[in-house]
């Protein structure tokens, strides 16, 4: 399977609720990053987590990094039907290359 | 403030015909430079990346070539679009290695 991999593929929650999802990756990694990508536009950078972090804060954003399971969580706390959108992690592998592996992102629905 | 340019948005083009997608970015001096592809629900392939001017690296082989004619304007083309070459075209940009993307807005290509 692809590094980076984003699970679930989809996910369905009411406004207000907590969403979380989860990213696993195969190769040792630098950083590791989740974007958001609205339908039809394109991805925006949310965090960035290096590989000697283990979690990060960014308003109701919190990203996790257990480099041992090599894992990583995007958890959006008091969801918005704003957050609709599709969210991918990327890992910048720990081999010196310029290639960076995205998921195929995980598609929330937040219910108003 | 770093601003990234990408245009067209859509694109409707005959197979056999030509392809210039242009992408330009301001603010910032010698970025990386990056075109992905993005299939339907899928996540991004990199097609090619560029770390200076006319340095372009080739990622998937096919009938798509680069271009960085100046160091904020990376080039993306072809001399005879194929129907597989319909996707979600998107360019991107980094400092360095290491550091999280800032995307386009995408460019919608459909060959037909």
């Known amino acids: 399977s692809q590094q980076g991999e984003e699970d679930p593929q989809a996910l369905s929650i009411q406004e207000g609720e907590n969403a979380t999802m989860n990213c696993s990756y195969k190769t040792s990694i630098n950083n590791l990053q989740w974007y958001r990508q609205n339908s039809g536009r394109g991805l925006v950078h949310l965090i960035l987590i290096r590989s000697n972090e283990r979690e990060k804060h960014s308003g109701r954003l919190r990203v996790t990094l257990d480099t041992s399971k090599k894992s990583s969580s995007l958890l959006i706390t008091a969801s918005r039907a704003a957050d609709t959108a599709s969210y991918f992690c990327?890992?910048?592998?720990?081999?010196?290359?310029?290639?960076?592996?995205f998921g195929a992102g995980t598609r929330l629905f937040v219910k108003a | 403030s770093q601003t990234i340019h990408q245009w067209p948005a859509t694109l409707v083009q005959p197979v056999g015909s030509p392809l210039s997608l242009e992408c330009t970015v301001e603010g910032t001096s010698n970025p990386n430079l990056y075109w992905y592809r993005q299939a339907a629900g899928r996540g991004l392939q990199l097609l090619f990346y560029?770390?200076?001017?006319?340095?372009i690296s080739s990622e998937v082989p096919q009938n798509l070539s680069a271009s960085r004619p100046q160091d904020r304007q990376f080039i993306l083309s072809s001399k005879k679009l194929l129907l597989s070459d319909s996707g979600f075209y998107l360019c991107?940009?980094?400092?360095?290695?290491?550091?999280?993307?800032?995307f386009g807005s995408g460019t919608r290509l459909t060959v037909v």
């Open positions: 991107a940009w980094r400092k360095v290695r290491g550091d999280g993307y800032t």
């Open positions: 990327a890992t910048d592998p720990n081999t010196g290359g310029f290639k960076t592996i």
């Open positions: 560029s770390v200076g001017i006319g340095q």
